[in-house]
């Protein structure tokens, strides 16, 4: 491969000759440690995002046990509740959560059903 330069004060050309295998292997050698480092990188993030992803599609044991023992609490906190308490979901027409107080002023509130 040759490079051609006019030096523009003197009617003289410069050229440059320079293989094109060395080319290759000197541009290799000045990026080689940037490709593989940037290979590296993309390697990491891309098991990196799947051991995440994994993770939010299943989730573990302790996980369950903790959202278990979070339903209990929450349970016995309403049944202790010295007021009634009632969330309904109008959408699906059905009672989320309610405690005795709350369900016996439910039920005495709704009209007798006629057999």
Request: proline residues 5%; negative net charge; glycine residues 2%.
């Amino acid at each position: 491969m040759e490079i051609a330069a006019t030096l523009p004060s003197k009617p003289l050309q410069l050229v440059y000759r320079v293989t094109l295998t060395s080319l290759l292997v000197d541009t290799l050698h000045n990026l080689l440690w940037p490709l593989l480092i940037n290979l590296l990188l993309f390697l990491l993030s891309f098991a990196g995002m799947t051991l995440l992803r994994q993770q939010s599609l299943r989730p573990s044991e302790n996980q369950s046990a903790e959202l278990d023992s979070l339903r209990v609490l929450n349970e016995e906190l309403v049944s202790s509740l010295p007021v009634g308490l009632l969330v309904y979901d109008f959408a699906s027409n059905r009672t989320i959560l309610s405690n005795k107080i709350a369900e016996h002023l439910f039920a005495a509130s709704q009209p007798a059903k006629d057999h």
